[in-house]
């Protein structure tokens, strides 16, 4: 057990859909990211969130829509994906890079596996 | 820039052998290090981090690994495999400002019985 959980596990969306998923961390973090993991490619970081603002946005299309509300809730939200995003997407949660807890190791939740039709 | 290189993609041992997942480094200051390790169709699990203290790291499940500046090296290593070990290892190295991980490509260990 994580403390990090992740829903829906699996998912499969047409590409004219609209779906999203949640993440939810109950470690008191203040950062939160989305991962992409496709077959063969290593892990591909997506965006960060750190005391619920974006810090970063590896030049993600804009079809892929983060949201943060709070420190413990962080959402993806997809429209219009292509079958090329069919992939896991993991979400972690950390103390920061500027907590001064160390080494800000990053917790992970399990994943959604999504498939793209 | 920080960066990782794991020189193995696949590695296949029997059961009960020793075990060496071999990851090389890149950093410009002293690097803060991970091993996170994967089950199918699960989320990353953290084995073990180097933070610059002891440069021999104890991990979960008997896995350990030693930070050799020298060679900058952080091998992943266990005296004796067991079949549930088999699972996929990503060598980790964290960006100090900004807390990103930088992860290695990956190393599928095989366990035969």
């Known amino acids: 057990e994580t403390g990090v959980t992740q829903t829906p596990r699996h998912l499969v969306m047409g590409m004219t859909n609209k779906k999203s998923l949640k993440c939810e961390q109950h470690l008191g973090h203040n950062a939160m990211y989305w991962y992409k993991q496709s077959a063969k490619k290593p892990l591909e970081l997506m965006f960060v969130y750190s005391l619920e603002e974006r810090v970063e946005n590896n030049s993600v299309p804009s079809r892929f829509s983060p949201e943060c509300p709070n420190s413990s809730h962080l959402f993806l939200h997809l429209h219009t994906l292509q079958p090329e995003d069919s992939a896991l997407y993991l979400c972690?949660?950390?103390?920061?890079?500027?907590?001064?807890?160390?080494?800000?190791?990053?917790?992970f939740g399990p994943g959604t596996r999504l498939t793209v039709l | 820039a920080q960066s990782v290189t794991q020189l193995d993609s696949h590695v296949s041992v029997s059961e009960g052998t020793p075990v060496l997942l071999r990851c090389n480094y890149s950093s410009s200051y002293s690097p803060s290090l991970f091993w996170y390790v994967q089950h199918p169709n699960k989320g990353l699990q953290l084995l073990l981090k180097?933070?610059?203290?002891?440069?021999l790291v104890k991990g979960i499940n008997g896995f350990e690994a030693e930070f050799k500046k020298s060679e900058t090296s952080f091998h992943l290593t266990k005296p004796s495999a067991h079949m549930s070990d088999a699972a996929e290892y990503f060598c980790v190295v964290s960006d100090g400002n900004t807390g990103k991980l930088i992860f290695g490509q990956g190393t599928t260990l095989q366990v035969k019985p």
């Open positions: 972690a949660s950390s103390q920061g890079p500027h907590s001064g807890q160390g080494a800000n190791e990053q917790f």
């Open positions: 180097y933070t610059s203290a002891a440069t």
